[in-house]
T-cell receptor, first 110, second 111 residues
């Protein structure tokens, strides 16, 4: 039981490039989320999904896309990276109010 | 709107000393409240949660928290801090179906 896994751990992008952050969970949770963590800001919700085929926006969705084709996977796409998207990204899955976090992806956009 | 305030950005305590981390929330009804810990380079781990009932809740690693409705607070405590407790601590509230996190308190433990 690996819990929530995220790849890559680190990534450097140039402004304008696109990429996908991968997230997978093996706990059969319906609810999954993406957060970004910035110094002095805590964690802010980007997008979330309450089940396969269902996604919705969180607090800071601009510049990000998500899809949920399976229960296990919830990738986050950066369409055209900007320096303001330099952050640490956490994926999480939930069972009720028990939330489990992945180890994070540290993204730098230059 | 819901919000969570952690007024202390950074706290330093000596090993063996007691600890209290403050958390205040803004929400009309009784919220669901959580404390998480984040070790360097790691994701967040749940320490404890409060939904209802007894206002003093026990968590993992010897932590406890007390819900005080009159003060809109949910402060985290530990009677004797260990060096391994050095980490960042986040308070969170769930309203509707979404979590809202505080900005975190960084804890340094000195020997």
């Amino acid at each position: 039981n690996a819990g929530v896994t995220q790849t890559p751990k680190f990534q450097v992008l140039k402004t304008g490039q696109s990429m996908t952050l991968q997230c997978a969970q093996d706990m059969n949770h319906e609810y999954m989320s993406w957060y970004r963590q910035d110094p002095g800001m805590g964690l802010r919700l980007i997008h979330y999904s309450v089940g396969a085929g269902i996604t919705d926006q969180g607090e800071v969705p601009n510049g990000y896309n998500v899809s949920r084709s399976t229960t296990e996977d919830f990738p986050l796409r950066l369409l055209s990276a900007a320096p303001s998207q330099t952050s640490v990204y956490f994926c999480a899955s939930r069972s009720g109010y028990e939330q489990y976090f992945g180890p994070g992806t540290r993204l730098t956009v230059t | 709107a819901q919000s969570v305030t952690q007024p202390d950005i950074h706290i330093t305590v000596s090993e063996g000393a007691s600890l209290e981390l403050r958390c205040n929330y803004s929400y009309g009804a009784t919220p669901y409240l959580f404390w998480y810990v984040q070790s360097p380079g790691q994701g967040l781990q749940l320490l404890l949660k409060y939904f209802s009932g007894d206002t003093l809740v026990q968590g993992i690693k010897g932590f406890e928290a007390e819900f005080k409705r009159s003060q809109s607070s949910f402060n985290l405590r530990k009677p004797s801090v260990h060096w391994s407790d050095a980490a960042e601590y986040f308070c969170a509230v769930v309203t509707g179906n979404q979590f809202y996190f505080g900005t975190g308190t960084s804890l340094t433990v000195i020997p």
